[in-house]
């Protein structure tokens, strides 16, 4: 059984109404008091075997006349002896197709489906029919469409024909693919809430050298703060210590000794010194709690900068441990927990580094998500809930997603990684926050698209999301 079903095997929306269990054990109970009745009369003394049994028969007579009259009413309360066994069709409202939920305004997963049908019957007004029945209210439909869990969706054709049901949740996206898959189709439709946006060329060519631009996260590189790790194919250069540490996280080869070959830069003359035998400065910003690391190979210079700054020296062990100590709930990869989405998954808290990782995290662990997301312009907070594997809710109704891409050898295009993924409360936030980064190239997606993307994943390439094969320069 489901998540979704699990939920939904409380209500009693089938074809009985709970009536059948009461009369049997009305039942079985009168049979056995008449057992005993008789027993005793026929052990009588001072009666006769004839009045007896006359007594006997009355009795009998009188009970199979109730049990038929119960018999009958109960028969009666439904359409028809033989519904439960039988689908029949729903009338058609000028020949258009129609969808039937049936479930009811208290159980969890039927609030949620409320506003994706006044979704659909506001978009799709004329397109095709959509109704909605309380079986808790009115019963009598559960037990004509031979129901067992609510909500059941039912689709049918524009002549009634049923089509293909549902039970439980069911996303819009998937409700409209579904008729599409049953071949039904509608046309031009009312325009979606939010209008598709996308940029696909740069705003201004990047013009910055490569060796000034971080290998993980595109931005540019401090020469107080530049990172460089030797490899078999060249330097790679990183623009902080926290950016080496997400490489390092998302590295698939042998660690064994990595960290030898690091070089960081001294914050105080700009050379650089072995990672490993450095003192670090490490302190927290003000405003965002978000971390900072500063470099030194004199141990008798970081003091000196501690007084102007704050913050605690540290060596590279501990600086090691504090940034590997937080990690994606998806692709685990280090991440701040200032820079991420919170997301609650069954009782436990993880992070997402990303929007998109953040509901990946709903197929890693196969539960039910809740995902606590800030618009990357303004920090208001963006709430998403998941039900076996959908959009439940979303508050604002108005966030989007935005989906960094750029051209791939091919001419295809795909992700541009996991820093370049945001959502917003709403388009015109996205749109803003895109005047600020020229460079960014991309679309506009709804976080239900987001999410299915991520569900379609198969367990190997969750294991591979967002790993670096070889740390290679670009």
């Excluded at 705003?203 to 990172?227: E, F, H, N, W």
């Excluded at 441990?321 to 609650?344: I, M, N, Q, W």
């Excluded at 820093?419 to 600020?436: D, G, P, R, S």
């Amino acid at each position: 059984m489901t998540a979704c079903s699990a939920i939904l095997a409380q209500c009693p929306c089938s074809g009985s109404d709970g009536m059948g269990l009461l009369v049997s054990v009305a039942v079985v109970a009168g049979l056995f008091a008449l057992l005993q009745w008789t027993g005793s009369t026929l052990k009588k003394e001072g009666t006769s075997t004839m009045r007896k049994i006359g007594k006997i028969a009355i009795v009998v007579v009188l009970v199979i006349v109730v049990g038929v009259v119960v018999v009958m009413k109960k028969g009666g309360s439904a359409d028809d002896a033989d519904q439960p066994t039988t689908r029949p069709a729903a009338s058609a409202k000028a020949g258009i197709p129609k969808l039937l939920d049936l479930g009811s305004v208290t159980c969890i997963p039927c609030k949620m489906m409320a506003p994706i049908l006044e979704e659909l019957k506001t978009q799709y007004a004329g397109k095709f029919e959509v109704e909605f029945i309380d079986v808790w209210k009115d019963p009598a439909p559960g037990r004509k469409y031979n129901i067992s869990l609510i909500p059941t969706q039912i689709f049918f054709d524009a002549s009634g024909k049923e089509l293909w049901r549902h039970e439980g949740f069911i996303s819009k996206e998937d409700i409209l693919a579904k008729w599409k898959d049953l071949g039904v189709t509608f046309g031009p439709t009312v325009p979606a809430r939010v209008p598709a946006f996308e940029r696909l060329e740069p705003a201004k060519p990047d013009t910055r050298a490569k060796d000034q631009i971080c290998y993980m996260c595109d931005g540019d590189i401090s020469a107080k703060t530049l990172v460089a790790v030797k490899t078999d194919k060249g330097l790679v250069r990183l623009c902080s210590p926290h950016c080496y540490f997400i490489m390092y996280s998302a590295l698939t080869e042998d660690k064994t000794g990595f960290e030898k070959k690091v070089s960081v830069t001294d914050w105080s003359t700009g050379k650089m010194v072995p990672a490993t035998t450095a003192v670090y400065l490490y302190g927290l910003d003000a405003k965002t709690g978000r971390p900072w690391v500063k470099a030194f190979a004199d141990e008798a210079a970081a003091p000196k900068q501690r007084q102007a700054d704050g913050g605690s020296i540290i060596g590279f062990e501990v600086l090691q441990r504090k940034e590997l100590s937080h990690r994606c709930g998806f692709c685990d990869r280090a991440v701040y927990p200032e820079d991420t989405a919170l997301v609650k998954a069954g009782g436990v808290y993880t992070w997402g580094c990303c929007p998109h990782c953040a509901l990946g995290v709903a197929v890693r662990t196969g539960k039910d998500i809740e995902v606590r997301q800030p618009d990357a312009l303004t920090g208001e907070m963006i709430v998403v809930k998941t039900l076996n594997g959908s959009v439940a809710s979303m508050e604002p109704k108005t966030a989007v997603a935005w989906f960094g891409m750029r051209p791939k050898p091919g001419g295809k295009w795909g992700s541009a990684g996991c820093f370049h993924q945001a959502n917003f409360v709403n388009i015109e936030n996205l749109k803003k926050w895109l005047q600020q980064r020229p460079y960014e190239t991309g679309k506009q997606i709804s976080v239900q698209q987001a999410l299915a993307a991520k569900m379609k994943m198969t367990p190997p390439q969750i294991s591979k999301a967002c790993k670096i094969g070889e740390c290679a320069p670009k």
